[in-house]
């Protein structure tokens, strides 16, 4: 038998010496063991939805159809297979008036993923699809084929496509709030803070967004220094883009108010959030740091379930509207 690659074995012995010592529940050092073990995997096999950072050990799709939703499946914004949006609908009857819509961006490192995954949808659609709100969940270009820019171009797109069709699914299109978890995070904090790239699509203004989780919320100290393998194919070497692709590089006196979402068992991302909100302040932007003690893929799977996080990020989104508010009592 072929012995395992050395780097393979020093995961499976690190794991191991872990587990023993008691850290099974999901302790830091545990949480990195796994983002580091999908991280690598999503090197080996980027076409895989299932490995990816976010969903460290893969996950089941969402159910193409329940019998308490419509969805409305593959709609393009543009011509590329991967352009395309689901919609989520709620009953007919749920509330009355025009609906706001959360427009979700699943995460996967800028390489993987996808807007069906139960993790990105399930939670989030049941809790808020029956208070009267429409949930759209996107797929974008991925790497190698499109860098980070080409992909929140492709969000500002399929932004401007889905405002643009709104009314006809029953919502308002000036009530939409960005959400995205890790690399979709990144993406909807950069269309956030940048003047021109929404715009330039065609999309309308929005009410805000929601980061869950992001650690690139400031691209250039991440590149100046030692970092995960994972941002180079994303980020390349070159200091322009870097700057280009930072949410806080381009944030301006305009941007929409912003929760940002970070999990506690991860520095870095706190870290970038509280940068960015200090940033943001400056600029007199309001931008909140939620802090959670969630591992990074729970950061996007709980939210939605009953309890004190989703009361968190309801209470943000209630501020942004009456209309979001009267829907989220």
């Excluded at 995954?117 to 049941?126: G, L, S």
């Excluded at 959030?273 to 940033?279: N, T």
Aim: aromatic fraction near 6%; hydrophobic fraction near 40%; charged fraction near 20%.
């Amino acid at each position: 038998m072929k012995p395992p690659a050395a780097s393979t074995f020093a995961i499976v012995l690190i794991t191991a010496l872990v587990l023993g010592s008691g850290a099974a529940s999901g302790g830091p050092l545990l949480e990195r063991i796994k983002e580091r073990h999908a991280a690598r995997q999503a090197e080996r096999n980027p076409g895989s939805p299932e490995q990816q950072l976010d969903t460290p050990y893969g996950e089941e799709r969402s159910p193409s159809v329940t019998t308490h939703r419509k969805v409305l499946r593959d709609l393009p914004y543009g011509s590329d297979p991967k352009q395309r949006m689901d919609v989520y609908l709620p009953a007919p009857g749920t509330s009355t008036g025009p609906a706001p819509v959360i427009f979700m961006v699943h995460g996967g490192a800028w390489r993987t993923g996808d807007k069906r995954m139960a993790r990105v949808v399930d939670n989030k659609t049941a809790r808020w699809l029956p208070r009267g709100l429409v949930f759209v969940s996107v797929n974008n270009r991925l790497l190698p084929e499109a860098d980070p820019l080409d992909q929140v171009h492709d969000i500002a797109r399929a932004l401007a496509v889905a405002q643009a069709q709104a009314a006809s699914w029953g919502a308002d299109p000036q009530q939409f709030v960005l959400m995205g978890h890790s690399a979709g995070a990144h993406l909807v904090a950069l269309l956030a803070a940048s003047a021109t790239l929404g715009s330039e699509a065609g999309a309308k203004p929005w009410l805000g967004t929601v980061a869950l989780d992001s650690a690139a919320l400031d691209v250039l100290p991440i590149m100046q220094r030692k970092h995960y393998k994972l941002y180079d194919p994303a980020f390349g070497i070159d200091p322009t883009f870097w700057r280009a692709v930072s949410p806080l590089q381009q944030l301006h006196s305009g941007t929409k108010p912003l929760l940002a979402v970070c999990s506690s068992r991860r520095t870095e991302s706190c870290d970038q959030a509280r940068a960015f909100a200090a940033q943001a302040s400056q600029l007199q932007v309001r931008a909140q740091v939620l802090p959670q003690d969630l591992s990074h893929g729970d950061i996007n799977e709980q939210l939605g379930l009953p309890g004190d996080y989703t009361a968190a990020v309801e209470a943000f989104l209630s501020s942004l509207s009456p209309t979001l508010a009267s829907r989220l009592r």
